[in-house]
């Protein structure tokens, strides 16, 4: 198994790096490989997926490495969240050897620009993931009725915008009645003494209640 993570080029430190053939801004580090001397021998065949032009040639690779679930839960999770670091940058590949060649799934890495940190006046946007708005465009592997499979199920276990308010008021008052929230404000002189989640609950209705009408107009 080998483990990389897509990063804005500027920000590569001192780990092995690999520029991605579709973008001059974004690269891939290598976290983990089996052989360092051939690290990037596993990302050959996602590259060569990215850098396809054909779209049936896409979907013909795209359904025979991609975990299709993986891809699809991270990218309802990444639209809900509104996590616009988490595609160009502080994504995961994790390339897993199967028995008919290796398959790649996808994890996130640092969620802190998330529900509405800096998004701005743009809080309805689509964040692209190039690879997963071309699966689901193409319907490869049928992707649109897993899709909306996936997202159901991530609302039954709990995946809501009631249980983003239920733990965020949770939050404020553990932050805010116990002075933790004052003690830190005075420290760092910020100026507010007790937190209000109110902007991110608010985020977080408006979002699902996209998300939603999106879901529900992929088989449409």
């Not at 795209?62 to 839960?73: I, K």
């Not at 193409?138 to 249980?163: C, M, P, S, Y």
Request: aromatic content about 14%; hydrophobic content about 45%; overall charge negative.
């Amino acid at each position: 198994d080998s483990l990389y993570r897509v990063t804005r080029m500027e920000m590569a430190k001192d780990r092995p790096v690999l520029a991605d053939p579709t973008s001059p801004e974004v690269g891939f580090e290598l976290f983990y490989a089996p052989s360092m001397e051939h690290g990037f021998d596993a990302l050959a065949p996602y590259l060569d997926l990215i850098s396809e032009k054909d779209d049936a040639k896409f979907a013909a690779k795209a359904e025979a490495c991609l975990d299709l679930d993986s891809l699809l839960r991270y990218t309802l999770i990444m639209q809900t969240g509104c996590m616009v670091d988490n595609a160009s940058n502080n994504l995961y590949i994790w390339a897993h050897r199967e028995k008919d060649g290796l398959r790649y799934r996808f994890a996130f890495w640092d969620m802190d620009l998330t529900w509405g940190l800096y998004a701005g006046d743009e809080g309805d946007r689509w964040v692209e993931l190039d690879v997963a708005d071309r699966v689901i465009a193409l319907d490869v592997g049928g992707a649109r009725a897993r899709a909306q499979e996936i997202w159901a199920q991530l609302k039954e276990r709990g995946f809501t915008a009631e249980n983003v308010e239920r733990m965020i008021t949770q939050y404020v008052h553990e932050l805010g009645d116990s002075g933790a929230f004052a003690r830190d404000s005075e420290r760092w002189e910020k100026g507010s003494f007790y937190p209000d989640g109110y902007e991110i609950v608010s985020f977080a209705y408006a979002r699902f209640e996209m998300m939603d009408a999106w879901v529900d107009a992929l088989v449409q």
